[in-house]
T-cell receptor, first 118, second 115 residues
Framework: AQKITQTQPGMFVQEKEAVTLDCTYDTSDQSYGLFWYKQPSSGEMIFLIYQGSYDEQNATEGRYSLNFQKARKSANLVISASQLGDSAMYFC???????????????FGKGTKLSVIP | DGGITQSPKYLFRKEGQNVTLSCEQN?????MYWYRQDPGQGLRLIYY???????QKGDIAEGYSVSREKKESFPLTVTSAQKNPTAFYLCASNTLLGFSTDTQYFGPGTRLTVL
């Protein structure tokens, strides 16, 4: 079974509108972390936001927020006031406490391609 | 300027050749990683290292080798045993201060093409 599932291969959003990118995860660990990265066409992975499994508040970083629903095992990224520069691939990733291959390994989803329309 | 550098940006290899991808970081991070990314796919872990002179295989280590002789450097060699090496390779690093706070940062990547 996939540990990270991103069900939207591609999304379109109008400039200045908000958009939600979905991410569901699968783990039996109690302690884990969830990350979102942005990958523009240049290829570099840019860290956006982090949510710990014990964090009670949803994480926010500027225009990015994470809608964390622990019981549903979802960690959706919300981008408010979309800008043309937000057009990129977005990856959800998880770090489990006991991944078996090193406790700091990240497992990535397949990504969602976001296109912002002027 | 602190960060992770990878070189070269583009690399072309003939079949049967070994090639080495460079990764250097000046962030004083203990752990370093190599990932492979294929088109339309997420990242898959090749090797990682948490301390100098020690490294561990990731999910897809076959056909690759690494070394960690210095804390700042973690080169990846793609050997001729790797059946399908054409891909985008990303190097990453993080501290080992605490599980919940150690964000992994990435370099700009190397695009390897086998001719």
């Amino acid at each position: 079974a996939q540990k990270i599932t991103q069900t939207q291969p591609g999304m379109f959003v109008q400039e200045k509108e908000a958009v939600t990118l979905d991410c569901t995860y699968d783990t039996s660990d109690q302690s884990y972390g969830l990350f979102w990265y942005k990958q523009p066409s240049s290829g570099e992975m840019i860290f956006l936001i982090y949510q710990g499994s014990y964090d009670e508040q949803n994480a926010t970083e500027g225009r990015y927020s994470l809608n964390f629903q622990k019981a549903r095992k979802s960690a959706n990224l919300v981008i408010s006031a979309s800008q043309l520069g937000d057009s990129a691939m977005y990856f959800c990733a998880m770090r489990e406490a006991y991944s078996g291959a090193g406790s700091y390994q990240l497992t990535f989803g397949k990504g969602t391609k976001l296109s912002v329309i002027p | 300027d602190g960060g992770i550098t990878q070189s070269p940006k583009y690399l072309f290899r003939k079949e049967g050749q070994n090639v080495t991808l460079s990764c250097e970081q000046n962030l004083n991070h203990d752990a370093m990683y190599w990932y492979r990314q294929d088109p339309g796919q997420g990242l898959r872990l090749i090797y990682y290292s948490q301390i100098v002179n020690d490294f561990q295989k990731g999910d897809i280590a076959e056909g690759y080798s690494v070394s960690r002789e210095k804390k700042e450097s973690f080169p990846l060699t793609v050997t001729s045993a790797q059946k399908n090496p054409t891909a985008f390779y990303l190097c990453a690093s993080n501290t080992l201060l605490g599980f919940s706070t150690d964000t992994q940062y990435f370099g700009p990547g190397t695009r390897l093409t086998v001719l």
